[in-house]
């Protein structure tokens, strides 16, 4: 494992929390792109935006750019292709990005079955395929790393590299924490942003049967020290070294057990630190996707 330090100011964002992150994409992180790029409506794009059965859900996903392909996963509950704005911004100079809504998000429906990580991975797998023969380079965040984990263990052929933000080893019995989002909950926080994600989903009248999903999915289910062992591609895995959710010995151990792993920490930022540090996190993705 190699290991990777970015550095900035402490005091800068200290106590960023996760709603804030986003209230911050919505009004700061912008001006990381093009008065051309500000306009494009990154999760509703109807220039970008496609459909894939999977066979209980129909899913939604964008697609930008030309080159070589690369799969964007995000975040949960909070996350949406919108988070990856910047990233979209300037990865689509040079790849094909593909952005895919997960079950439950934005304009993506929620399916018949339960959440689990493996089916997060088969949903992603089947966009994969529909899309190309060859590996692609898949980068996730949150909930969309550790499908990214999952996607990597069990379909080596597809992933060809690994970019894992925010997400760690979680072993049964580690977690300090448990998930209980409500639509209740939720709008308490940050009403306008889950009244317009609202607006997207096909099934607005089944949000909060997703919550309690995604409750279960982060509550009950685990990636194991044997699924991490079994990725095969290089991965580099990344966290802010104040995040809460994931902690850094989480993301340290995590790294320690995949076989071909980079580890960057960047300091000073919390869960969400594309909107935290984005110049530190581009500088350590860039060379891991040459």
């Given amino acids: 494992m190699h290991l990777k330090y970015f550095f900035l100011n402490r005091s800068l964002l200290m106590g960023l929390c996760l709603v804030a992150s986003f209230a911050f994409n919505r009004a700061g992180a912008t001006g990381l792109l093009s008065t051309q790029d500000d306009k494009i409506p990154y999760g509703n794009n109807p220039r970008a935006g496609r459909y894939i059965d999977v066979g209980d859900a129909r899913l939604y996903y964008e697609v930008?750019?030309?080159?070589k392909p690369i799969?964007?996963?995000?975040?949960?509950?909070?996350?949406?292709?919108?988070?990856f704005e910047p990233l979209i911004a300037r990865l689509s100079q040079t790849h094909q990005v593909i952005c895919l809504a997960t079950r439950g998000?934005?304009?993506?429906q929620i399916g018949s079955q339960p959440y689990t990580w493996q089916q997060r991975a088969e949903d992603a797998y089947k966009l994969i395929r529909s899309l190309t023969q060859d590996s692609v380079l898949v980068l996730g965040f949150s909930d969309g790393a550790f499908a990214g984990y999952k996607l990597a263990a069990l379909?080596?052929?597809?992933?060809?590299?690994?970019?894992?933000?925010?997400?760690?080893?979680?072993?049964?019995?580690?977690?300090t924490n448990t998930f209980t989002y409500s639509p209740d909950m939720l709008m308490g926080q940050a009403r306008t942003l889950f009244e317009s994600r609202k607006a997207l989903m096909p099934e607005p009248e089944r949000w909060g049967e997703s919550l309690s999903m995604l409750n279960k999915l982060y509550n009950d289910d685990y990636i194991s020290a044997e699924t991490f062992e079994k990725i095969k591609c290089p991965v580099l895995v990344m966290s802010g070294d104040s995040d809460?959710?994931?902690?850094?010995?989480?993301?340290?151990?995590?790294?320690?057990?995949?076989?071909?792993?980079?580890?960057?920490i960047i300091p000073g930022c919390p869960h969400v630190v594309i909107f935290c540090n984005f110049p530190a996190v581009w500088e350590s993705i860039r060379p891991f996707i040459r």
Wanted: glycine residues 14%; charged residues 20%.
């Fill in 64 to 67: 930008y750019g030309k080159g």
């Fill in 71 to 83: 799969l964007l996963l995000h975040g949960g509950v909070y996350g949406y292709i919108s988070e």
């Fill in 105 to 108: 998000h934005g304009k993506s």
């Fill in 155 to 175: 379909y080596p052929q597809a992933v060809r590299k690994l970019i894992a933000i925010g997400a760690g080893d979680t072993p049964k019995g580690s977690r």
């Fill in 244 to 264: 809460t959710y994931h902690t850094i010995d989480r993301v340290t151990t995590a790294a320690k057990l995949i076989p071909r792993s980079q580890l960057s």
